[in-house]
């Protein structure tokens, strides 16, 4: 199976974008590029119709011209990580939910830690709003691109 990226600046640093065929099946942190390269088969740096959509669509997130995404997705995962991981697109844009809240949502309230764990594992950020879940006592708490981006991301949306 072919996969195709790029990589693109953003205000939150360098991200890559992979996709395969007409569905984006990644967008990760630069930092953290190196273990999930390794879940895709023939990589290819190669524009492609969903990848242009991408970043349009990621320009018009940053620029505030749009608060949610419209981009055909495939994630792989367990089916607990599926459930886990599309649970976030439900979170509204400006609004957090903690962990406690996400597993209550997905009908397994007693695995607050496995869905925190899953969600360090979203192969989407910013896509899939994981950036949007904190802790039960507000703070903010571990994210793939760093504490710093997960903030500016939250405040992004709160000014808006």
Not at 57 to 65: I, P, T
Not at 69 to 92: C, H, M, Y
Not at 99 to 120: E, L, M, W
Request: glycine share 8%.
């Amino acid at each position: 199976m072919s996969f195709q990226f790029q990589k693109i600046k953003s205000p939150v640093g360098p991200l890559i974008l992979v996709a395969q065929g007409d569905y984006l099946h990644a967008l990760v942190f630069q930092k953290r590029w190196a273990e999930f390269k390794k879940k895709f088969d023939d990589l290819s740096e190669t524009e492609t119709p969903i990848l242009k959509r991408a970043r349009q669509q990621l320009a018009h997130y940053f620029d505030g011209k749009i608060k949610s995404f419209d981009l055909p997705i495939k994630t792989t995962g367990t089916d607990f990580q599926n459930r886990v991981w599309l649970s976030l697109a439900e979170i509204p844009f400006g609004q957090t939910r903690t962990y406690k809240q996400q597993a209550t949502g997905i009908k397994s309230p007693r695995a607050t830690r496995a869905v925190g764990r899953t969600n360090g594992l979203n192969p989407l950020s910013i896509v899939l709003p994981c950036h949007r879940v904190i802790g039960s006592n507000g703070a903010l708490t571990g994210y793939g691109g760093g504490l710093k981006a997960k903030k500016f991301l939250l405040e992004l949306e709160k000014n808006r």
